[in-house]
């Protein structure tokens, strides 16, 4: 290949793995916490951030008490999808809509924005403090750092949340630079991003089963059982995460 975005991405995995490594046990212990206790995970993104939420929810060999924020209007389904700029910035519009949301003291809010410094991000995680959550920001520190905050707060998602993870993209996310093109292309967050939170998922699941506790775990619907396994523990919590 003429470019070398495949090897730029696991050299930036590679490093994720050793610099993370504290935060997400950590990560992978709040969340342990919370479903022991019969808490909930909650996860939001505005946007592209947004797909994030997606790939956790609903998804063989993932957890089923994850709760996605879908925001109206901050979902890549939107049209005009520049609309979605528009009121990632607004501020009050997410804190607003997201106040309809149940989220408990116990449960655990992960927040992803590479950049973190619009209002969407911030105000969502403002409020899961508010209510008691432990709130886990997933975002690039290189970036964040490198801008100023947009929100009338004063902050950016990385100074208002209990625990950062530093996803290691670069400023602009993108990361393949080409020869007479002064734009980089490719970017690399949502990749990072989906192995970082997988990793968690799956090490809050060993946690839970040191402790004797069975992960409830979406098995593939295309396996034999696989839509009793499923329904037998989306019952449980029905009426509860948001998708059911």
């Known amino acids: 290949m003429r470019t070398d975005y495949l090897q730029q991405v696991l050299s930036r995995l590679q490093a994720v793995m050793v610099s993370?490594?504290?935060?997400?046990?950590?990560?992978?212990?709040w969340i342990a916490d919370a479903l022991a206790n019969d808490h909930l995970l909650w996860v939001f993104g505005a946007s592209h951030a947004g797909i994030l939420s997606e790939e956790l929810v609903y998804r063989a060999g993932g957890l089923?008490?994850?709760?996605?924020?879908?925001?109206?209007g901050l979902t890549c389904d939107v049209r005009p999808i520049t609309?979605?700029?528009?009121?990632?910035?607004?501020?009050?519009?997410?804190?607003?809509?997201?106040?309809e949301v149940p989220i408990q003291a116990g449960d655990v809010l992960i927040v992803h924005s590479v950049s973190g410094r619009n209002a969407a991000p911030v105000e969502v995680a403002l409020y899961g403090k508010e209510r008691g959550a432990r709130v886990i920001a997933l975002t690039s520190l290189d970036y964040s750092q490198s801008v100023s905050p947009r929100s009338k707060t004063g902050?950016?998602?990385?100074?208002?949340?209990?625990?950062?993870?530093?996803?290691?993209?670069?400023?602009g996310d993108a990361i393949v630079q080409l020869s007479g093109f002064p734009q980089r292309v490719a970017p690399v967050s949502t990749v990072l991003g989906a192995a970082i939170l997988n990793a968690i998922v799956a090490e809050a699941c060993a946690l839970?089963?040191?402790r004797g506790?069975?992960?409830?775990?979406?098995?593939?619907?295309?396996?034999?059982?696989?839509?009793?396994h499923n329904a037998r523990l989306m019952s449980r919590y029905r009426g509860r995460v948001l998708y059911l």
């Open 20 to 29: 993370q490594q504290a935060v997400m046990e950590q990560a992978a212990q």
């Open 64 to 72: 089923v008490p994850i709760s996605p924020i879908f925001i109206p």
């Open 83 to 99: 609309l979605t700029s528009t009121l990632e910035r607004l501020d009050g519009y997410a804190a607003s809509a997201v106040r």
């Open 155 to 171: 902050k950016r998602l990385f100074e208002v949340a209990d625990l950062i993870i530093d996803n290691g993209a670069p400023r």
């Open 208 to 210: 839970l089963m040191e």
């Open 213 to 228: 506790i069975q992960p409830p775990v979406f098995m593939s619907a295309n396996l034999e059982g696989g839509d009793e």
